[in-house]
């Protein structure tokens, strides 16, 4: 039979209430050699305090929940996504919290993506969302309905709810107006089929860069197509390069596209960056290491999952107001080889 608190109690000689203070971190006025008592006889009889139950009790679960819009099946081995989650990871194991992973596909809204809020498994939520904009804001509102506890990786414009994000726009501003300043003007922007909401950001800032430099838009030179990964970045590149008035440069959804492109270059013979330069998106660990060293624009992955958790948490527990607010992190151009 399982352990109970009583168990506990009776092997440590101390009285039930002492362990509940225990498992519950009431421990300022208690003396340390009790406390070991108590944890040597809950490690000795294997006990673990029923989390579901202390939350009936206490109406808090001590986990956060991870809900994701994402279409590809291996939307936990995405760079970004990894990123974010460790930076939300450091957190929970710091301040004592558990973290649940959900995800549903970016084509409708579905129902079941709320359901750990609903159930009371969760005492908040994160979202990263894809899909059509208008459908990201249907699951901000109905995440409005279910709990004020959450926060969104976009800026959806709400004074209510808490948004983190990164400065996408003025990265790709930035990256497009170096390209053009080292005297390209035929330059591609690729991203992926479903819409994402740093991807319209940088396509944003790659169109206001080639407005601003009088540049005029050629819808020929982007494609948006296929999934975060090398090989749609080079089906795309393979097109671009079929055109009749092909690119001499490129801006790069994310660095996974980027990679995907300089190797379709490289088969057709044409030179990095010599003859077409290419700039990717998120400075993944493996961009300075490729041939040549990509040039990319660093987004702080680790550093937005840590934010967005810390701000959940302190508003869970009451440190911050229900009100919403915007915090974007900066970005920085890692210029190397490629471009």
């Known amino acids: 039979m399982r352990p109970t608190l009583k168990d506990v109690a009776a092997l440590a000689g101390v009285s039930v209430q002492t362990v509940s203070n225990v498992i519950n971190s009431r421990v300022a006025e208690m003396r340390p050699e009790t406390r070991a008592r108590v944890e040597d006889a809950m490690r000795t009889l294997n006990y673990y305090p029923n989390s579901q139950a202390r939350g009936l009790r206490s109406q808090k679960t001590n986990t956060l929940a991870f809900l994701l819009l994402d279409p590809d099946p291996r939307y936990l081995a995405d760079p970004m996504t990894d990123l974010i989650i460790a930076g ?6 710091e301040r004592g919290y558990m973290l649940l992973v959900h995800a549903a596909q970016p ?10 809020i609903h159930q009371n498994r969760v005492d908040g939520a994160l979202l990263l969302l894809s899909g059509k904009k208008a459908l990201r804001q249907r699951y901000v509102d109905e995440m409005k309905k279910a709990t004020p506890n959450f926060v969104v990786f976009e800026d959806v ?17 930035a990256m497009t107006t170096r390209l053009i300043e080292t005297g390209h003007s035929r ?13 319209d950001e940088r396509y944003d800032g790659y169109r206001a860069a080639l407005q601003d430099a009088r540049i005029a838009f050629d819808p020929a030179l982007t494609r948006f197509e296929g999934n975060w990964d090398a090989a749609s970045g080079g089906r795309s590149t393979a097109q671009l390069c079929d055109e009749a008035d092909p690119p001499t440069a490129m801006i790069a959804g994310n660095d996974l596209l980027a990679i995907g492109a300089i190797k379709v270059l490289k088969e057709r013979g044409i030179s990095v960056p010599d003859d077409f330069a290419v700039a990717g998106f998120d400075d993944f660990a493996f961009a300075e290491h490729t041939d040549p060293p990509l040039t990319t624009v660093r987004v702080p992955g680790f550093d937005l999952g840590h934010l967005a958790a810390t701000l ?18 900066p970005v920085e151009l890692m210029i190397r080889g490629s471009a």
């Open 88 to 93: 939300v990871g450091a957190v929970v194991r």
């Open 107 to 116: 084509d409708s809204l579905d129902q079941g993506l709320f359901m750990p």
């Open 157 to 173: 414009e709400d004074t209510d709810v808490l948004c983190v994000t990164a400065d996408n726009h003025d990265g790709s501003y």
């Open 187 to 199: 330059i591609a922007f690729i991203g992926t089929a479903v819409s994402w909401p740093m991807i």
């Open 312 to 329: 959940l948490i302190d508003r869970i527990e009451g440190a911050t107001p229900e009100s919403g607010s915007l915090l974007r992190l």
